[in-house]
Each structure stands twice: as C-alpha cells, then as structure tokens.
C-alpha cells in the first residue's frame, strides 16, 4: 500500500488515540471476566432451581402423607 493509500485510509478511521484501541490481552482478560460472570450466573441459577426442587418435592410429600393418613382414617385404621 502506498503513502497515499495509507493516508487516505488513515483519514477514514475514528478520531481516537492507540490507547483506545483493544489488544489481544485486553480481549483475552474481557474473555475470562465474562466466562467467570457466566459461570457464576450458571452457579446462582442451578442452585436456586436445586432448592426449588427440593421445596416442591418436600410439599408434594407432605400433600401425599396428608392424603394416606386421610384414607387410612376414612377406613377405620
């Protein structure tokens, strides 16, 4: 590329200084923060939805005793 194409190139791009521009390390480090937010948010989700579904099978087991002592007093045991 000649002097005048680089020129006419230059020209085009935004004006922001080399410090505004991301380098590989930059990508690298935003890369492992944003695989480190996910793994969290992964975390946090499947806990919650662990606890929930403990809940709901602790309320599903009681609705069930509930119903046998029911029964078993509705035929006289």
């Not at 000649?2 to 922001?16: F, R």
């Not at 505004?20 to 946090?44: P, S």
């Not at 662990?50 to 005793?65: E, P, R």
Request: net charge negative; charged share 15%.
């Amino acid at each position: 590329m000649g002097a005048d194409d680089a020129n006419t190139l230059m020209e085009h791009l935004p004006p922001v200084g080399w410090a505004d521009v991301a380098t590989k390390t930059d990508l690298a480090q935003l890369e492992e923060r944003m695989n480190l937010r996910f793994e969290a948010a992964l975390a946090n989700g499947l806990h919650r939805q662990f606890v929930q579904t403990v809940a709901s099978v602790a309320a599903l087991l009681t609705v069930l005793l509930s119903l046998a002592v029911t029964v078993n007093q509705l035929l006289g045991g």
